[in-house]
């Protein structure tokens, strides 16, 4: 399946006449828009226009696209030039290869997070996760298949809109290595799905399948292979397009007027309490234990 995306994609490239791009400045995707830039070695997020569609991949396959500060900061540009784009009225993200994403590249987000350093700066981003504001204005549509954890689900969890193939595998289980949800499952689970249910497993850590999640209302449709997931995205995201922007855009203010005002505090706290808990003893220990391949003993401090 990966291939079969990461060749429909290379090839509407090329039938456009548009050739493989390095990720471009801050300033170029604000003064020229959104730019295809098809999967490649050196390429952390593709991107391709189709019309007023443009399909955003995560592209870390390698790593079954854990999500690193390049690849965050990479898609919070891309959100931020789409929103901006008069000629774009609906975004699809996706992942390449096998899995949509196990979400945090845990190593390569340490340092950061030590550092205290803020991940996003700037007015050329929007947070992927949604957790503060500027937030997006115009509809995004996240597409799963296979491994889809953690803070894959959660940018799930953040979009308006969720697919997914038969084949996912979602999972929140960040409290079995001694982290918690720190990209706003805590929230929008609770929202989507109902506390019973979103605890059920973001407390145990067990994982869960695309039937469950349409149960449980995170998901809105489910295909029969990742393929046809993408393309019932697409579907989707077509029929958006052909809606009245400004109509689409005030549905979505007004329906954010309505939750966004009382999950403004606790999304202000993820990162500091996400944060404080790369100092603990669980943290380390729940990196130690899932290197050696044994069941972490946590002892609360």
């Not at 949604?130 to 298949?145: E, M, N, Q, W």
């Not at 039937?211 to 998901?219: F, K, M």
């Not at 400004?246 to 309490?273: K, W």
């Amino acid at each position: 399946m990966a291939n079969d995306i990461e060749r429909r994609i290379v090839l509407a490239g090329a039938a456009a006449g548009v050739a493989a791009v390095s990720v471009p400045a801050a300033s170029q995707v604000l003064s020229s828009g959104l730019v295809n830039m098809p999967p490649g070695p050196d390429t952390k997020l593709s991107v391709e226009r189709r019309d007023q569609v443009v399909l955003l991949g995560i592209n870390r396959p390698y790593i079954q696209n854990r999500i690193d500060p390049e690849t965050f900061r990479g898609m919070a540009r891309a959100l931020a030039a789409y929103d901006r784009d008069p000629s774009l009225r609906a975004a699809i993200l996706f992942g390449h290869g096998d899995n949509f994403s196990r979400g945090i590249d845990v190593d390569a987000f340490k340092p950061l997070l030590k550092s205290g350093k803020p991940l996003l700066e700037g007015t050329d981003m929007i947070d992927p996760l949604g957790r503060s504001a500027p937030r997006l204005t115009k509809p995004l549509i996240v597409v799963t298949h296979g491994d889809t954890w953690n803070m894959a689900h959660e940018l799930h969890l953040a979009a308006d809109i969720r697919v997914a193939s038969a084949d996912v595998r979602f999972g929140q289980d960040e409290n079995t290595h001694g982290r918690f949800p720190g990209g706003g499952s805590t929230v929008r689970f609770v929202r989507e799905s109902g506390w019973g249910n979103a605890m059920r497993y973001m407390l145990t850590g067990d994982h869960w399948g695309a039937a469950e999640a349409y149960r449980i209302g995170e998901v809105q449709e489910i295909a029969a292979d990742p393929q046809a997931a993408l393309d019932a995205g697409l579907r989707i995201a077509e029929k958006v397009a052909q809606c009245g922007p400004l109509g689409i855009r005030t549905t979505l203010l007004s329906a954010h007027l309505a939750v966004d005002a009382s999950e403004d505090q606790a999304f202000s706290r993820l990162d500091a309490q996400y944060a404080s808990l790369y100092n603990t003893h669980d943290f380390q220990e729940g990196r130690d234990a899932e290197a050696q391949g044994r069941p972490a003993v946590y002892q609360g401090r």
